[in-house]
C-alpha cells in the first residue's frame, strides 16, 4: 500500500488528451474528442486539437474520460482512527478509484460538532488533490440530545450536516434541525435507524435464525424513513437518506417524490450487488450497517436507480484494521472500503448484466450528487479546473485488498474479478496514473 504523496505529480503545463469517448454526464451526451488541459485547467475540448512541440499527450483510444467521480458518503478516520484510515491514505484511496470530490462524515473522535475540531480538519485537508467536503454532526457527540450551532458551523464552511452512524430518535430535535437546514440551505443527511429495535448484526430473516445471528429488520430503517419524510412534507424542506437497503424504503421515498417532497436517497455498491447469502461465510467483510438483504430488495434498488427514486450511488467507505475486522462476526465492527471498487462495482454490477446504461450509471456517481449538494457540475467547460477520470469499462482485474492504496483492506469484493478499471485521474492540479500506467509521452 502506498504511503506518501508519491503515487501522483502535478498534472503537466500542456496536457492533451486524444482519441478518447467523452462521457458528458451533465447534458447527457457521449462523444468522440480531444482535451486540453492547461496549467490544470480545461483550456479546450474539441474533435482534433492539434498536436504540438512541449505538449504531453495521453492518447485515450478505446478508453472513456468523464468528470471526477463526486462520492457523498466516506470516512476517513481522521481525526481519531488513523490507524485504519488517514487524510493521506484516504486520498490516494480516493484519486486510484476516480473520486476527485468526497463529503467526509462526521464521526470521528472528537465528533466534528464544533468550529475548532472543523476549522482544524480544514487546514489539514486545504492542499490535498481530492476536494473534502468535510460534514459537521446535527447534535453534539452525535448523542441526540442537543442540537449543535449549526450556524456557526454552516459559516465557517461546513457544506452539510449527519450524525451518520446513528440514528437521531426525537422527532423535536430532528424537527429543530431541519428547520434550521432549511434557513442555511444546507442539507441533511440522515442516517435512518430506529436503535430500540435494530440490536443485531445481519438482515433479520430465516438466514439469521439458522446461523444463530441477531437480526435488524428492515423495518428499523423504514420506521426512520416514514417520520423524516412527514417532517419534510411538514416543514416544506428536503432532506436525504443514506445507504438505503431495502424494497420498502425504496417504495417510501418513491412515493414521497411522487407527493413532490423534496426527498432524495443514496444507495451504496455493496447493496445493489450483493445479498445476505454471502454472510454465511461468516466473513465480517460481510458485516455492514444496514446490512446486505434479500434479493428482492437488490432487485428493488436496481429498480429504483432505474426510475430515478435513488438519486446517488456513494460508497459508504468505511476502512477498518485487519485485527478488528478478525474479532469474529458478532465482535467485529461494521463497514467495508469502496472507493477503490466504485467504478469497478457499478459496471460489474450493472452495467454488464445490461440492468443500468453506463452513461445513467456515471452519471449518479458524477453529476446527480454535485447537483444535490448545488456544488459546479458542469465540468467540461472553458476555464474550469479539471476534474478528469480516463478509465478502460472493459479491463478486467482481481480485487485485492493487500494491492489498494487504503490503509484498510475490508473489502466486500476480495478476491472478485470486476470489469472497469480507473487509468488517470487528474484533479487539484495533480495527475494520478494507476499500474499498469498509461502512458504519458513528450510530443518533441
Known amino acids: 500500500m502506498t504511503r506518501s504523496g508519491d503515487l501522483y505529480r502535478k498534472v503537466p503545463v500542456k496536457l492533451l488528451i486524444k482519441n478518447g469517448t467523452v462521457i458528458d454526464p451533465y447534458r447527457g451526451t457521449e462523444y468522440k474528442s480531444d482535451i486540453l488541459v492547461v496549467n490544470g485547467v480545461i483550456d479546450r475540448i474539441s474533435g482534433s486539437i492539434e498536436k504540438c512541440p512541449g505538449y504531453e499527450l495521453i ?11 463526486f462520492d457523498m458518503h466516506v470516512h476517513l478516520r481522521e481525526p481519531g482512527y488513523t490507524d485504519a484510515e488517514d487524510f493521506l491514505s484516504g ?12 463529503l467526509a462524515m462526521a464521526n470521528t473522535i472528537p465528533c466534528v460538532d464544533n468550529t475548532i475540531t472543523f476549522s482544524g480538519i480544514k487546514a489539514k485537508t486545504k492542499d490535498l488533490p481530492v476536494k473534502i467536503h468535510q460534514l459537521a454532526s446535527v447534535t453534539i457527540g452525535r448523542e441526540g440530545s442537543a442540537l449543535t450551532d449549526m450556524r456557526s458551523l454552516s459559516k465557517a464552511g461546513v457544506v ?3 450524525d451518520d452512524g446513528t440514528g437521531i430518535a426525537s422527532s423535536e430535535i430532528m424537527k429543530q434541525a431541519l428547520k434550521i437546514s432549511k434557513e442555511l440551505g444546507k442539507l441533511i443527511s440522515v ?14 430473516s430465516a438466514l439469521s435464525e439458522e446461523l444463530g445471528l441477531p437480526g435488524i429488520p428492515y423495518a428499523s430503517e423504514t420506521v426512520n424513513i416514514a417520520r423524516d419524510i412527514e417532517l419534510a412534507a411538514y416543514l416544506d424542506c428536503p432532506v436525504h437518506f443514506q445507504h438505503i437497503s431495502s424494497k420498502r424504503s425504496v417504495d417510501l421515498i418513491r412515493q414521497a417524490k411522487k407527493r ?9 455498491p455493496h447493496h445493489f450487488s450483493l445479498t445476505e447469502d454471502r454472510v454465511k461465510s461468516l466473513s465480517a467483510n460481510y458485516k455492514m450497517n444496514p446490512p446486505l438483504r434479500r434479493t428482492e430488495d437488490v432487485e428493488a434498488v436496481i429498480e429504483g436507480l432505474n426510475d430515478g427514486s435513488i438519486d446517488v450511488i456513494a460508497t459508504d467507505h468505511a476502512p477498518h484494521s485487519k485485527a478488528s475486522k478478525e474479532l469474529g462476526f458478532l465482535k467485529a465492527p461494521f463497514g467495508v472500503t469502496g472507493l477503490e471498487t466504485l467504478l469497478s462495482a457499478g459496471i460489474t454490477y450493472l452495467v454488464k448484466p445490461g ?12 453529476a446527480d450528487p454535485r447537483v444535490l449538494m448545488g456544488i459546479e457540475s458542469d465540468l467540461f467547460k472553458h476555464g474550469i479546473k479539471a476534474e478528469l477520470v480516463i478509465f478502460d469499462p472493459e479491463k478486467s482485474w482481481e480485487v ?3 494491492k489498494m492504496e487504503s490503509k484498510s483492506s475490508n473489502s466486500c469484493f476480495e478476491k472478485e474479478t470486476h470489469f472497469g478499471k480507473v487509468l488517470c485521474t487528474i484533479t487539484g492540479g495533480s495527475i494520478y496514473n494507476s499500474k499498469p500506467f498509461l502512458p504519458v509521452k513528450t510530443i518533441r
Do not use: P, W
Not at 442516517?191 to 433479520?204: C, R, T
Open 260 to 268: 413532490g417532497l423534496r426527498v432524495s436517497c443514496e444507495v451504496t
Open 91 to 102: 486520498t490516494n484511496a480516493a484519486m486510484a478509484g476516480g473520486v476527485t470530490s468526497l
Open 400 to 402: 485485492d485488498g493487500s
Open 160 to 162: 452539510a450536516f449527519s
Open 191 to 204: 442516517h435512518a435507524e430506529d436503535h430500540s429495535f435494530a440490536a443485531g448484526v445481519m438482515n433479520e
Open 59 to 69: 492518447d485515450a483510444s478505446n478508453l472513456y474520460i468523464t468528470h471526477g467521480f
Open 355 to 366: 440492468k443500468l446504461s453506463l452513461n445513467g450509471f456515471i452519471r449518479k456517481i458524477t
